[in-house]
């Protein structure tokens, strides 16, 4: 199987400070990874895609200066959120996917962020 | 009209049940279509895929994917307690392969 993971998978900090959240594709080769956000009793609301070695794409009304996202290798993406606030508090979920447009998407086990 | 649009629920069976959720897209040019399964506070996991008019099955689940209809659904078989979670279906809208979620379905399996 293809197994993704994320690093911390909780985190509390003060507000204004920042965070950064490491998802990981342990077994393939991870063209394109996504960046989703869920609020309780909410779906997955997707944030941004990342491709190896270029600039993410984020979707309309995510602040790119904020959720600031690296996808540095074919395994690792990070996802940083600057000055985080306590609105920035939810769950925050990457996928990893291996090929073409119509492959499946495997996903992390989320980090759970809480800002204080 | 949302994207991809779910019945809310919650959808409720006994156990041994055949439990049936539904799925409508907007999008005429979708080209993949996925069922994940969402346990409260963990990340969702892939149930199925399928890309083809028809039905897909595998073990106790069935997928059925009508394009002339934009509609694909999840049947379950004998439901089971463990089965009790919300289910997001997510298709793939564009050729950048992003998928759009439904805002999930949550099912109850009652013993």
């Known amino acids: 199987g293809a197994v993704v993971s994320q690093h911390p998978s909780w985190v509390i900090c003060k507000s204004g400070t920042s965070v950064k959240i490491e998802c990981r594709s342990l077994?393939?080769?991870?063209?394109?990874m996504f960046w989703y956000r869920q609020f309780p009793k909410q779906s997955l609301m997707l944030m941004a895609t990342s491709n190896e070695g270029s600039k993410a794409t984020y979707e309309q009304g995510v602040e790119k200066d904020k959720f600031l996202i690296n996808h540095a290798s074919l395994t690792l993406s990070t996802l940083t959120v600057t000055s985080a606030h306590p609105e920035d508090s939810s769950f925050y979920i990457c996928?990893?996917?291996?090929?073409?447009?119509?492959?499946?998407?495997?996903f992390g086990p989320g980090t759970r962020l809480l800002v204080l | 009209q949302k994207e991809v649009e779910q019945n809310s629920g919650p959808l409720s069976v006994p156990e041994g049940a055949i439990a049936s959720l539904n799925c409508t897209y907007s999008d005429r040019g979708s080209q993949s279509f996925f069922w994940y399964r969402q346990y409260s506070g963990k990340s969702p996991e892939l149930i199925m895929f399928i890309y083809s008019n028809g039905d897909k099955e595998d073990g106790r689940f069935t997928a059925q994917l009508n394009k002339a209809s934009q509609y694909v659904s999840l049947l379950i078989r004998d439901s089971q307690p463990s089965d009790s979670a919300t289910y997001l279906c997510?298709?793939?809208?564009?050729?950048?392969?992003?998928?759009?979620f439904g805002d999930g379905t949550t099912l109850t399996v009652k013993p």
């Open positions: 077994d393939f080769q991870a063209t394109t």
């Open positions: 997510a298709v793939n809208l564009d050729l950048a392969g992003k998928s759009t």
């Open positions: 996928s990893a996917r291996r090929g073409g447009s119509t492959e499946t998407q495997y």
